[in-house]
Nanobody, 122 residues
Framework: QVQLVESGGGSVQSGDSLRLSCAASGRTIRDYAMGWFRQASGKEREFVGAISMSGAGTFYQDSVKDRFTVSRDNAKNTVTLQMNSLKPEDTAVYYC???????????????WGQGTQVTVSS
């Protein structure tokens, strides 16, 4: 069992940066691919980005590619989502998730955090 807790959300202006963190407990995350998802109000949850177990591979949704970066520190059991050049359409609740299997497959995540709100104003 893996427990995930996100932090770092908040309200920012368009063009600003924000760094989200995901702290894991219960088990080491080095056995899991880690992903970030988001859900805007009234919309379905969507994939944002993911990172392989070793951290050598990353995969992003097209709309955030070149703006967002997923990284991980297996020694600290944490995952980070660095978000730059934020846009109003990035406004959503952001979730951290863990899975076994390939990070390049955007489904079948088993463990989820409770989410953190990101609001971007124009």
């Amino acid at each position: 069992q893996v427990q995930l807790v996100e932090s770092g959300g908040g309200s920012v202006q368009s063009g600003d940066s924000l760094r989200l963190s995901c702290a894991a407990s219960g088990r080491t995350i080095r056995d899991y691919a880690m992903g970030w998802f988001r859900q805007a109000s009234g919309k379905e949850r969507e994939f944002v980005g993911a990172i392989s177990m070793s951290g050598a591979g990353t995969f992003y949704q097209d709309s955030v590619k070149d703006r967002f970066t997923v990284s991980r520190d297996n020694a600290k059991n944490t995952v980070t989502l660095q978000m730059n050049s934020l846009k109003p359409e990035d406004t959503a609740v952001y979730y951290c998730a863990a899975k076994t299997g390939s990070y390049a497959v955007t489904v079948n995540y088993r463990y989820w955090g409770q989410g953190t709100q990101v609001t971007v104003s124009s």
